[in-house]
C-alpha cells in the first residue's frame, strides 16, 4: 500500500469517527428534549428498582435473612436498626411495584381501547392532570373521628381499641411510610375502596374479612335495600350496584379522600390466608379451579395426572402455598390472599377507622353509630357461604400449617410481614 493511500484510509476513518460522534451527540440531544417534555409521572419511573420481595421456591432451602432468628422472637425485642431497614425497603418495593403496575396498564388500554374505548379516553385525560395533581400535599394526619352521635358509655372500650389501632397505624406510617406520596398512582390505589355517598363512606375491601356482608351493609344505606339480610352473595359481588373511587375524576376522588370517613377492616394474615384456601379450592369453583387450580397443580405437583390437571379441583394447602412464594407463578395475584398494604395502602390513604376480623361486629356497629347509620341497621353475623364449614380460626390455621416446614412458614410470615406490623397482630408461631 502507497504511503498516499495509507494517509487517504486514516483521514476516511477519521471522518468517519467524526460523523458519527456527531450523530451520537445530536441523538443525546434530542433525548434529553424529548424527556424534559414528558410528564412527570413518566420521568419518575425507576426501572432499576427491586423487584418485590417475593420468594421464589427454589429458595425454600436457604436461610431469609441474617436477623431470621431476630424476627422469630416478638416484635418488640426486633432490633431497631434491622426492622427500620426490612420495613422501608418492603415499603418502597410496594411503591414500585405500583409503579409497574400502572406502567402496564398504560400499555394495555393503548392495545385495547377499541374494545373498552371510555376508560382508555379517562386515561388520556387523567394524564393531562397529573403533573398539578402531584404537587398537592395530602394531611398526613388522621382526622379525629367525629363522636357527637355516641351517647352513653356502651361503646367506651371499643373507643379506646380505635383509637389505640388509629394512633398505632398513624405512627408506623409516619416513622416508615409518610415521606413517599405517589398521587400519580392514584387510580390504581383507590381501585377496592367503596363509595357510599349518603352518609359519605369510604370503605376499602379487604376479602375474607367480612368484606360480603360489609357490601351489603353499603347497599342498605345507600338505599339499594331494605335489609342486609335479604340481598344474595351474587347480587353482593356480582351486581355492580355499589360505585368504586376510581369511578370519579381526579377532583371527585380528591375530594371525597379528605372529607369522607375512610374505614378498612383487617384480619389476622394467616388466618385470611387460610380462609381464603378453603374457600376457593376446597370446594366446587367455576373460576378458582381452571384459572388457578390447573396451573398450580401442574407446576408444583410431580407426576400429576392428567385428570388432575385438566380440572384443577384438589389443590393442596402446601401446593398453593409454593405458587403464593414462587417470583414466577404460573398465575398472578389475586384479591383474596393480596397484602392489605397493597390492596388498600394504608400509609398513603388515611383511613379514619381500622376495624379487625376478630372483633368485628362490635367494630362494625360501632362504625355504624359514628356515622349516623338508621338506628335499626345492625351489621349482619352469618357466614355469606359454606356456612357449614368451621370458621377459619386460629385452631384450624394450625391443622393446615402442621403439614409445612418452618421454613416455608417462615417464608409465609415474611410475606405478610408488612400488614403483621401495620396492624399490631401478634407475630405467629412459625
Known amino acids: 500500500m502507497q504511503p498516499s493511500e495509507m494517509v487517504m484510509n486514516l483521514r476516511q476513518v477519521f471522518v468517519s469517527v467524526l460523523m458519527f460522534g456527531v450523530a451520537g451527540l445530536l441523538l443525546f440531544m434530542y433525548l434529553q428534549a424529548w424527556i424534559e417534555e414528558q410528564p412527570t409521572e413518566l420521568r419518575t419511573t425507576n426501572y432499576f428498582q427491586p423487584a418485590p420481595r417475593i420468594v421464589s421456591r427454589e429458595k425454600l432451602q436457604q436461610p431469609i435473612i441474617d436477623q431470621q432468628d431476630s424476627k422469630l422472637q416478638s416484635l418488640g425485642k426486633l432490633k431497631q436498626n434491622n426492622e427500620s431497614f426490612i420495613i422501608t425497603k418492603i415499603f418502597s418495593e410496594s411503591l414500585s411495584e405500583v409503579s409497574h403496575l400502572k406502567g402496564n ?9 377499541s374494545l373498552n374505548g371510555k376508560v382508555y379516553e379517562r386515561h388520556q385525560v387523567t394524564k393531562s392532570f397529573f403533573k398539578k395533581f402531584n404537587q398537592i400535599t395530602w394531611p398526613l394526619n388522621t382526622r379525629p373521628l367525629n363522636k357527637s352521635l355516641i351517647r352513653g358509655d356502651k361503646w367506651k372500650k371499643t373507643d379506646a381499641a380505635q383509637e389505640k389501632r388509629r394512633a398505632f397505624l398513624q405512627d408506623f406510617c409516619k416513622k416508615y411510610g409518610g415521606g413517599n406520596r405517589a398521587q400519580s398512582h392514584l387510580f390504581h390505589m383507590v381501585s377496592r375502596i367503596y363509595v357510599e355517598d349518603r352518609h359519605k363512606i369510604l370503605y376499602c375491601e379487604v376479602p375474607k374479612a367480612g368484606c360480603s356482608n360489609w357490601k351489603r351493609i353499603l347497599m342498605v344505606l345507600n338505599g339499594l335495600a331494605s335489609s342486609a339480610y335479604n ?100 398465575v398472578g395475584m389475586d384479591i383474596h390472599w393480596e397484602r392489605v398494604s397493597k390492596l388498600c395502602y394504608p400509609c398513603l390513604i388515611n383511613y379514619d377507622f381500622v376495624g379487625k376480623f376478630e372483633t368485628l361486629e362490635e367494630d362494625a356497629n360501632y362504625f355504624l353509630q359514628l356515622i349516623g347509620a338508621p338506628r335499626g341497621l345492625k351489621f349482619p353475623n352469618f357466614k355469606d357461604r359454606h356456612s357449614s364449614d368451621e370458621r377459619t380460626n386460629a385452631d384450624v390455621v394450625r391443622q393446615y400449617l402442621k403439614d409445612l416446614s418452618s421454613m416455608e412458614r417462615q417464608l409465609i410470615y415474611d410475606f405478610y410481614y408488612l400488614d403483621y406490623l401495620m396492624f399490631n397482630y401478634t407475630t405467629p408461631f412459625v
Open 105 to 113: 396498564t398504560r400499555a394495555s388500554s393503548e392495545k385495547t381501547d
Open 231 to 330: 340481598i344474595t352473595h351474587n347480587a353482593v359481588h356480582y351486581g355492580k350496584h355499589l360505585k368504586k373511587l376510581d369511578s370519579f375524576d381526579l377532583k371527585g376522588i380528591y375530594t371525597r379522600l379528605n372529607s369522607y370517613t375512610k374505614a378498612v377492616f383487617v384480619r389476622d394474615p394467616m388466618e385470611r390466608l387460610v380462609s381464603a384456601f378453603r374457600d376457593k379450592f376446597e370446594h366446587p369453583n367455576s373460576y378458582y379451579h381452571p384459572v388457578f387450580g390447573k396451573a398450580i397443580i401442574k407446576k408444583y405437583r410431580p407426576n400429576a395426572c392428567q385428570e388432575k390437571i385438566n380440572n384443577g379441583s384438589g389443590v393442596k394447602f402446601k401446593e398453593f402455598i409454593h405458587y403464593l412464594l414462587d417470583s414466577h407463578r404460573p
